[in-house]
């Protein structure tokens, strides 16, 4: 159930391997006091602007040459669009497909299309003109750290851009519009989130837009943004000058502590949009994980995008019990499998894709109830207008080794047949028939597996694992111990043989550490995949780095959890983990992110730590391949080596692809913005950001110029800075 920013490891490296980057100059240190521009609040609204923004179980058998995991899939039943009906007739509201924005000049979703692919048509910008890009503005959305918040900011916000205007959330959900040709700022609304409610990291990702098709023109909130904040509200203003939808919820406002239990800040949040799919918004929140079984709910909701009423609740132990919020007194079933990243949903067939992750405590299993351990790590298709469960495909069985679901996945065409492409934390990737869950590609089963002397009779002997394409690589081997100098390497090589190591799925252990990997922060995360589906190509970043855990027994365990301190005493200061109790386990938690040296910081396996790869869509096969990040910021000790060389450092975010045949990219610890040949992999052209851009690009177009930005914002967990920079490229007018 690992939250995203934990698993980013603030590892990196020094010299080792390939140089492919140009030589870049040394970054100037960011003026952290420097007020941002403001700009005169665009007065009223512009209704001019309005029209152009819309806003039981049945194991499937595999396609031939494909193997279906046994009890991994569940289909949709007959007549399901006939009992979708039914509900509709009954609840008195009809919920038919609604149109959706044009991408292109827009960029309506986070994830830059309704399918999620993060490509776009745009086509300015090529390969051969990329070098001559240019910054055309710079806006600072002044959200820096409190005092109470410092050492705790991961902002990560990617915005969306609608009409002539971007909007944005920053770290702590201040809700931002700017002009999208100049940067000047239209206007802002901050719903005064505390400090107090920051889980591991002050993070937004991004926020959502509606638009009421039966609303008239310029009518207030007609079209709103809405975003989920930290201290678990659903927030909407108007998005033509920031005022509260006063009829949403309260005053604009929605509480989704609501039935979820004791209030504790920082344990449960919402860092992703929700997901809008038939006038619904979708979303669920973030537990934070490794505190106790007895955790808040991982409950997903649906609400009314325009009342703000509560239309279905999911809770997986308690489905049709819990579907209109459970009986009065009661709360949503505690600890269950949440879904803290961004989901996906297909207007047309009315589903939403839930990418969910581990149980509430994230090492240790053998509490956990049936429902628990039939969707943790599983992508569940609901009906977006009732909520009931469609299917589910489950990429680990009893995990014990905090694989969540992080990715968003992606809607595409696949050989005829409307699909969905899942990326997993492990590096495999599934396409999945989007209306039965039915495996497209071939998915082999993992048999054999290591049971380990903890839990031998929960750990599961056998794992589905995809046979079409994965990111991941080889076992390690003892040989692949490493170190700055010959002594690291020594002490790297002693640790890897007190661990236990047998491989791909090597189960906790207690008696002595063990070696996960690849690790939690392994494979795709948050950020996703790019898919071009024109050129028939995935884009996919990586990292390649183990994790070095011990299940601590209970009377060695030093920390309480998070609904026993002092209110935001901790959150954000350790990656998730590396002290957790586990409250209502045997165990707690120990993990060395990345598997680091202690004395320099380092990893104890060679680098390349990341990497970018293209893939053909088609066979699976990669196209190309190479080490993502250099060494300029990382290093022994914590100090710069400023090398230019690519040897490949962990990354966080995702890349957007055009139709000119270009990559945009920040994410690796670098801070460096980066466009890349889509065709070989090349790096065209570099930026030296002041701070991390540990962010999602995105791609736009205001008067036929073609812009570009990033959000140069910085990371804790990754040691990149921290900022509040929006920047946008574009070729010289």
């Not at 309506?108 to 309704?114: I, L, T």
């Not at 920051?198 to 809405?226: F, H, K, M, N």
């Not at 707690?588 to 893939?615: D, K």
Request: charged residues 20%; hydrophobic residues 35%.
């Amino acid at each position: 159930m690992l939250i995203h920013f934990t698993r980013s490891l603030s590892i990196l490296a020094l010299i080792a391997a390939t140089p492919l980057a140009a030589q870049v100059e040394p970054q100037q240190a960011p003026d952290p006091e420097a007020p941002p521009p403001q700009g005169e609040p665009a007065p009223g609204t512009r209704p001019e602007d309005t029209d152009d923004i819309p806003e039981g179980e049945t194991e499937q058998a595999a396609p031939e040459g494909a193997a279906s995991p046994e009890a991994t899939t569940e289909a949709a039943p007959e007549g399901a669009s006939v009992a979708q009906a039914e509900a509709e007739a009954q609840s008195g509201v009809q919920r038919p497909a609604q149109p959706q924005p044009e991408v292109g000049a827009d960029w309506p979703f986070w994830g830059g299309d309704a399918e999620a692919t993060r490509y776009s048509p745009l086509d300015q910008i090529t390969p051969d003109n990329v070098a001559g890009l240019e910054r055309a503005f710079v806006y600072r959305t002044g959200d820096m750290p409190s005092a109470e918040a410092d050492g705790k900011y991961s902002p990560e916000t990617t915005p969306l851009k609608i009409g002539d205007d971007l909007l944005m959330c920053s770290a702590m959900n201040v809700l931002i519009s700017i002009d999208a040709a100049t940067g000047e700022e239209n206007w802002r609304f901050d719903p005064g989130v505390p400090a107090e409610a920051i889980p591991y990291g002050a993070s937004c990702r991004g926020v959502s837009i509606y638009t009421d098709p039966a609303a008239e023109e310029g009518t207030l909130c007609a079209t709103r943004v809405i975003e989920g904040t930290l201290d678990a509200k659903l927030i909407a203003v108007d998005a033509f000058t920031g005022d509260p939808c006063e009829a949403f919820g309260e005053n604009g406002m929605v509480d989704l502590w609501q039935d979820i239990g004791e209030r504790v800040p920082g344990w449960y949040a919402v860092t992703a949009p929700p997901a809008v799919v038939r006038g619904v918004l979708v979303t669920g929140a973030q537990v934070k994980d490794g505190q106790a079984e007895d955790a808040p709910s991982g409950v997903i909701r649906g609400y009314d995008a325009i009342t703000g009423d509560l239309v279905w609740a999911w809770d997986l132990a308690a489905p049709e019990a819990n579907r209109a919020g459970p009986p009065g007194g009661e709360v949503y079933t505690r600890g269950t499998p949440n879904m803290w990243t961004t989901a996906v949903a297909d207007e047309e067939l009315g589903y939403v894709y839930l990418p969910l992750g581990n149980s509430s405590v994230d090492y240790y299993g053998s509490n956990r109830s049936e429902a628990e351990n039939a969707f943790a790590t599983s992508l569940v298709a609901l009906d977006a207008t009732t909520g009931e469960e469609v299917w589910h495909f489950q990429t680990v069985r009893h995990d014990v080794w905090d694989y969540d679901l992080g990715s968003q996945p992606t809607l595409l065409d696949w050989q005829g047949t409307p699909a969905i492409l899942l990326p997993s934390k492990q590096g495999d990737l599934y396409i999945l028939d989007r209306a039965t869950g039915e495996p497209l590609t071939p998915v082999e089963e993992l048999t054999g597996l290591p049971q380990g002397e903890v839990e031998p009779d929960y750990i599961s002997p056998t794992q589905p694992a995809s046979a079409w394409a994965t990111l991941r690589m080889p076992p390690l081997e003892p040989k692949d111990a490493w170190g700055f100098t010959p002594i690291d390497q020594l002490w790297c090589r002693i640790q890897f043989h007190r661990a236990s190591y047998e491989g791909y799925f090597t189960p906790p252990s207690t008696d002595r550490p063990w070696i996960q990997y690849p690790g939690y922060n392994g494979g795709s995360d948050w950020g996703s995949v790019a898919v071009d589906t024109q050129r028939g190509l995935i884009v996919a970043n990586y990292n390649d780095v183990p994790n070095y855990n011990r299940l601590v027994p209970r009377d060695e365990v030093e920390s309480v959890p998070i609904n026993e301190q002092e209110a935001g005493a901790d959150g954000g200061g350790n990656a998730e983990g590396a002290a957790d109790p586990q409250a209502g386990a045997p165990y707690g938690i120990s993990v060395n992110a990345g598997w680091r040296n202690e004395a320099t910081g380092i990893p104890c396996v060679s680098p390349p730590y990341g990497h970018i790869r293209a893939i053909d869509l088609e066979t699976g096969e990669t196209v190309w391949d190479r080490p993502f990040g250099t060494a300029r910021r990382n290093g022994p000790f914590g100090i710069p080596s400023y090398l230019p060389f690519d040897i490949g450092t962990p990354n966080n975010g995702g890349s957007v692809v055009t139709a000119g045949g270009v990559i945009f990219i920040g994410a690796a610890t670098d801070n460096l913005f980066r466009a890349i040949d889509l065709e070989t992999g090349e790096t065209l052209w570099q930026d030296v950001l002041p701070a991390g851009a540990q962010a999602n690009p995105i791609t736009y177009e205001v008067d036929g110029r073609q812009y570009v930005m990033i959000a140069a914002v910085g990371h804790h967990f990754m040691e990149t800075g921290v900022g509040d920079w929006m920047i946008a490229y574009a070729l010289p007018e």
